[in-house]
Nanobody, 126 residues
Framework: QIHLEQSGGGSVTAGRSLTLVCALS????????KAWFRQAPRSEREGVAA???????TYADDVKGRFTISQDNTKTTLYLKMDRLQPDDSAMYYC????????????????????WGQGTQVTVSS
């Protein structure tokens, strides 16, 4: 079993930064992918950023250059640093983990992830 515990988030004005934190515990040796997703009201959950066990990262087009996914040296904590936040970035953000290989093309597909954090709200005002 794998447990993900999120922290961070909150309300900021446009142009500011926030960092989300996801602490992972359990049988972490089985994890191939870690990712961040977000879901705005009345919208589908979408992949924001993902990192595989080799450190390869992938980002959604609308966050490239503004968001950075990273993890600590022990790979037990996942981060999402969000710079130059915009009102359209407002959503509930979730971290997730996957325990088998699927390739980078599906790394930001929420349907392939089986372990999820509890979610944290990010609200950006103009």
């Amino acid at each position: 079993q794998i447990h993900l515990e999120q922290s961070g988030g909150g309300s900021v004005t446009a142009g500011r930064s926030l960092t989300l934190v996801c602490a992972l515990s359990g049988d972490l040796s089985e994890i191939y992918y870690k990712a961040w997703f977000r879901q705005a009201p009345r919208s589908e959950r979408e992949g924001v950023a993902a990192v595989d066990e080799f450190g390869q990262v992938t980002y959604a087009d609308d966050v490239k250059g503004r968001f950075t996914i990273s993890q600590d040296n022990t790979k037990t904590t996942l981060y999402l640093k969000m710079d130059r936040l915009q009102p359209d970035d407002s959503a509930m953000y979730y971290c997730a983990a996957r325990t088998s290989w699927i390739g980078s093309l599906q790394a930001r597909d929420p349907n392939v992830y089986g372990y999820w954090g509890q979610g944290t709200q990010v609200t950006v005002s103009s």
